[in-house]
């Protein structure tokens, strides 16, 4: 298997997340203060330089409102 971190399907991820967070119109610091976090950990993830664990996406996706579901048929659908 190919390293993921620069992949297609991590490039739709990051995106895919990033677009939800400003659709919903919140901030990268409101985002990340909801999860105890710092706001770089979300930029960090958002331009592809962290890779986010399937509990931090339920976390992201609960606060955005992105439909996990739909988001992993997708990724499916694209090359390894």
Known sequence: MAKTL????QEVLVTAIAEQRRAKGLSQAQVA?????HQPFIAN???GERRVDL???????EIIEL?????VDRLK???D
Do not use: M, N, T, Y
């Open 77 to 79: 659908q694209l090359p």
């Open 33 to 37: 203060k909801v999860l105890g976090r």
């Open 55 to 61: 509990l931090e996406l339920l976390a992201l996706a």
């Open 6 to 9: 620069h992949s297609k399907r």
């Open 45 to 47: 993830i958002e331009s």
């Open 67 to 71: 439909d996990v579901h739909a988001l």
